[in-house]
C-alpha cells in the first residue's frame, strides 16, 4: 500500500482535482489518498474563526458568502452530469448551512476547531463523488475515526495503527482510499487538528502507521529546494536527502513539509517522495536513509525566535547548573533549538513564547537574563564531518557582512544552525545561496 497526499495548489481548481484522479489511478496497487482543503480554504475559515471569535458576525458571514460564492463556482466546473452537479451543491449548502449555523449561535474555541476542520472534509467530499462520477473505484476513510492525539498534542502512532487495521480491512475492495488530512481528534474526543501545514503530517502517520511502501506528498514546485524559493531568486531542486536532512530542513522552516513529517516515516523507515503535481515528469526529491553526497545542501530558516541568555558566575566550575535552567523550559513544556555556552553564560533560543515571562521570572533565580526577540534560525544542512576542514570557513566568509548573534556547529555531522535578527535574514539566505551553491 502507497500513501499518497495532494497539497492545497494540488486541488485548488477542479482541472486539478481531476487531473490527481486521474494521475493517482494510473498509479500501481492500493493507495490511501490524503487531500488538503482547496488552497485558501483554511485561511478563510481561520478569518472566520477569527471574526467570530472578536464578535464581529457581520464580517464573519461576509466572508462566508464569498466562500460559498468559491465553492459554487468549484462543483460546477468538477461535475459533468447534472445528477453530479446537483450532489455537489448538496454538499456545499450542506457545510455553509453550518457555517451560517455556527455564526449565528455561540462561538468559542472547540468552535474554531471544528470549523477549521471542514475544509478537508469538503474537499474529500467533493472529490470523492468526483471519482463516483467516473466510476473510479474510491471510499470515503474519515480521518476522525483514527487521526489522534493526545493530552500534549502529540500524535498516537500506536492507537492510530490499532484503528486503521480493522477499517482498512473493511474496504479492502477499493482501491483508493481517500481520506483527509490535518484534522484529527485530541485526548476529550474534540475535534482537532495537527496545526498549519498538518496534511503532510498525516501522511506520514499514515504511511507509518500501516508500513506503507512509499509516502509521497504532491504539492505546487518540484522537491525540495536548496534555498527558500520564497525568499531566494535562484534556487535548484535536491535528488535525495536522508531522513535527518529532510527532518531538519522541515522543522527549520522549509515550509514544503509540516515540520515533524519525517518523524513518523523515519521511525520505521518509510521513504517520503516529493513531487510536483505541476510537473510530474520532474524528478523531485527522495528521503530515505540513504542520502547522497554533498558538502553543502540546502539552507532553511525559522522566524520567531527568542534568545534568553543566562549570565551567572555560579556556572563557573559548577555542575548542575545547566540542569536547573534546563528544568525551567521542561516545566514549561517550551522547546529549546539552539544552545551555546561560554564558562559564566549559556544562551538557548525557543519558538514559542507562550509562557516566556514566566520562564525569564525563574530563570532570574539563576542569573541576569537578556532577551532578544525578533531573530532567525538559519539551519544549513548537508554532509559536514567535523573532520572535514574549512566548513565554518566556507559559512562565515559566504555571511562575512552579517552579524551573527549564535552558532551552533558538531551537535550532529549534518547540521549548523546560526541565528541572525530577522531583518538580517532574506541578506543570509542569498548570501549563502552565492557562497555555498555558487547560485
Ligand atoms: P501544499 O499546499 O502542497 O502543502 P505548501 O505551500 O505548504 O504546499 O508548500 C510548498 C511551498 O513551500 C512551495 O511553493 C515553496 O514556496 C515553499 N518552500 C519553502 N521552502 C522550500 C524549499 N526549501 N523547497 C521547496 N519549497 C519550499
Ligand atoms: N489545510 C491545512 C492548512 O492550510 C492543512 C494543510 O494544507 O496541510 O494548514
Ligand atoms: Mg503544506
Same mark, same amino acid.
Given at each position: 500500500?502507497?500513501?499518497?497526499?495532494?497539497?492545497?495548489?494540488?486541488?485548488?481548481?477542479?482541472?486539478?482535482?481531476?487531473?490527481?484522479?486521474?494521475?493517482?489511478?494510473?498509479?500501481?496497487?492500493?493507495?490511501?489518498?490524503?487531500?488538503?482543503?482547496?488552497?485558501?480554504?483554511?485561511?478563510?475559515?481561520?478569518?472566520?474563526?477569527?471574526?467570530?471569535?472578536?464578535?464581529?458576525?457581520?464580517?464573519? =458571514?461576509?466572508?462566508?458568502?464569498?466562500?460559498?460564492?468559491?465553492?459554487?463556482?468549484?462543483?460546477?466546473?468538477?461535475?459533468?452530469?447534472?445528477?453530479?452537479?446537483?450532489?455537489?451543491?448538496?454538499?456545499?449548502?450542506?457545510?455553509?448551512?453550518?457555517?451560517?449555523?455556527?455564526?449565528?449561535?455561540?462561538?468559542?474555541?472547540?468552535?474554531?476547531?471544528?470549523?477549521?476542520?471542514?475544509?478537508?472534509?469538503?474537499?474529500?467530499?467533493?472529490?470523492?463523488?468526483?471519482?463516483?462520477?467516473?466510476?473510479?473505484?474510491?471510499?470515503?476513510?474519515?480521518?476522525?475515526?483514527?487521526?489522534?492525539?493526545?493530552?500534549?498534542?502529540?500524535?498516537?502512532?500506536?492507537?492510530?495503527?490499532?484503528?486503521?487495521?480493522?477499517?482498512?480491512?473493511?474496504?479492502?475492495?477499493?482501491?483508493?482510499?481517500?481520506?483527509?488530512?490535518?484534522?484529527?481528534?485530541?485526548?476529550?474526543?474534540?475535534?482537532?487538528?495537527?496545526?498549519?501545514?498538518?496534511?503532510?503530517? =498525516?501522511?506520514?502517520?499514515?504511511?507509518?502507521?500501516?508500513?506503507?511502501?512509499?509516502?509521497?506528498?504532491? =504539492?505546487?514546485?518540484?522537491?525540495?529546494?536548496?534555498n527558500d524559493?520564497?525568499i531566494v531568486?535562484?534556487?535548484?531542486?535536491?535528488?535525495?536527502?536522508?531522513?535527518?536532512?529532510?527532518?531538519?530542513?522541515?522543522?527549520?522552516?522549509?515550509?514544503?513539509?509540516?515540520?515533524? =513529517?519525517?518523524?513518523?516515516?523515519?521511525?520505521?523507515?518509510?521513504?517520503?517522495?516529493?513531487?510536483?503535481?505541476?510537473?510530474?515528469?520532474?524528478?523531485?526529491?527522495?528521503?530515505?536513509?540513504?542520502?547522497?553526497?554533498?558538502?553543502?545542501?540546502? !539552507?532553511?530558516a525559522?522566524?520567531?525566535?527568542?534568545?534568553?541568555?543566562?549570565?551567572?558566575?555560579?556556572?563557573?566550575?559548577?555542575?548542575?547548573?545547566?540542569?536547573?535552567?534546563?528544568?525551567?523550559?521542561?516545566?514549561?513544556?517550551?522547546?529549546?533549538?539552539?544552545?551555546?555556552?561560554?564558562?559564566?553564560? !549559556?544562551?538557548?533560543?525557543?519558538?514559542?513564547?507562550?509562557?516566556?515571562?514566566?520562564?525569564?521570572?525563574?530563570?532570574?533565580?539563576?542569573?541576569?537574563?537578556?532577551?532578544?526577540?525578533?531573530?532567525?534560525?538559519?539551519?544549513?544542512?548537508?554532509?559536514?564531518?567535523?573532520?572535514?576542514?574549512? !566548513?565554518?570557513?566556507?559559512?562565515?566568509?559566504?555571511?562575512?557582512?552579517?552579524?551573527?548573534?549564535?552558532?551552533?556547529?558538531?551537535?550532529?555531522?549534518?547540521?549548523?544552525?546560526?541565528?541572525?535578527?530577522?531583518?538580517?535574514?532574506?541578506?543570509a539566505l542569498n548570501?549563502l545561496?552565492?557562497?555555498?551553491?555558487?547560485?
Open positions: 500500500m502507497q500513501v499518497v497526499k495532494f497539497g492545497g495548489t494540488s486541488v485548488g481548481k477542479p482541472e486539478r482535482m481531476k487531473k490527481i484522479a486521474t494521475l493517482v489511478t494510473g498509479m500501481p496497487g492500493k493507495k490511501v489518498v490524503v487531500l488538503s482543503a482547496l488552497s485558501g480554504t483554511t485561511n478563510s475559515l481561520v478569518r472566520i474563526g477569527d471574526f467570530l471569535l472578536a464578535n464581529r458576525p457581520a464580517q464573519a =458571514t461576509a466572508e462566508i458568502a464569498s466562500l460559498e460564492k468559491h465553492y459554487a463556482g468549484f462543483i460546477d466546473e468538477l461535475y459533468e452530469s447534472e445528477a453530479y452537479k446537483a450532489i455537489g451543491q448538496e454538499i456545499v449548502s450542506r457545510y455553509f448551512s453550518l457555517f451560517k449555523l455556527m455564526a449565528a449561535g455561540k462561538f468559542d474555541d472547540r468552535g474554531y476547531r471544528e470549523l477549521l476542520a471542514q475544509g478537508e472534509l469538503i474537499s474529500t467530499e467533493l472529490f470523492f463523488h468526483h471519482c463516483q462520477e467516473r466510476k473510479i473505484n474510491a471510499r470515503l476513510l474519515p480521518a476522525l475515526h483514527f487521526m489522534s492525539i493526545d493530552e500534549n498534542h502529540e500524535p498516537e502512532l500506536e492507537k492510530i495503527s490499532e484503528r486503521l487495521q480493522p477499517i482498512l480491512e473493511t474496504m479492502a475492495s477499493a482501491d483508493l482510499l481517500i481520506t483527509q488530512g490535518y484534522i484529527c481528534r485530541n485526548h476529550k474526543n474534540e475535534i482537532d487538528n495537527l496545526k498549519r501545514g498538518g496534511s503532510d503530517y =498525516t501522511a506520514s502517520l499514515i504511511g507509518a502507521a500501516i508500513r506503507a511502501k512509499e509516502i509521497q506528498i504532491w =504539492t505546487d514546485i518540484d522537491g525540495m529546494h536548496n524559493p520564497r531568486k535562484k534556487t535548484v531542486p535536491i535528488a535525495e536527502l536522508t531522513f535527518e536532512e529532510a527532518s531538519e530542513l522541515a522543522y527549520f522552516g522549509a515550509k514544503i513539509l509540516h515540520p515533524s =513529517t519525517i518523524v513518523p516515516a523515519q521511525k520505521y523507515g518509510v521513504p517520503v517522495l516529493l513531487k510536483n503535481t505541476m510537473d510530474e515528469k520532474a524528478q523531485g526529491t527522495l528521503i530515505s536513509e540513504r542520502g547522497s553526497r554533498g558538502q553543502f545542501k540546502a !539552507v532553511a525559522k522566524d520567531g525566535i527568542t534568545a534568553i541568555k543566562i549570565k551567572s558566575s555560579r556556572m563557573l566550575l559548577a555542575y548542575g547548573f545547566l540542569r536547573q535552567v534546563f528544568d525551567v523550559f521542561e516545566k514549561y513544556k517550551t522547546p529549546i533549538d539552539m544552545i551555546s555556552t561560554s564558562e559564566v553564560a !549559556v544562551s538557548v533560543t525557543i519558538d514559542e513564547n507562550k509562557f516566556l515571562n514566566e520562564i525569564i521570572l525563574e530563570l532570574k533565580n539563576y542569573g541576569s537574563i537578556d532577551v532578544d526577540q525578533n531573530q532567525t534560525i538559519i539551519c544549513i544542512v548537508g554532509n559536514m564531518l567535523a573532520e572535514k576542514e574549512g !566548513v565554518l570557513r566556507d559559512v562565515f566568509q559566504a555571511l562575512a557582512s552579517v552579524p551573527i548573534r549564535m552558532v551552533s556547529y558538531g551537535g550532529s555531522n549534518n547540521n549548523i544552525s546560526l541565528l541572525v535578527e530577522t531583518s538580517h535574514k532574506e541578506k548570501l545561496n552565492e557562497g555555498l551553491f555558487g547560485l
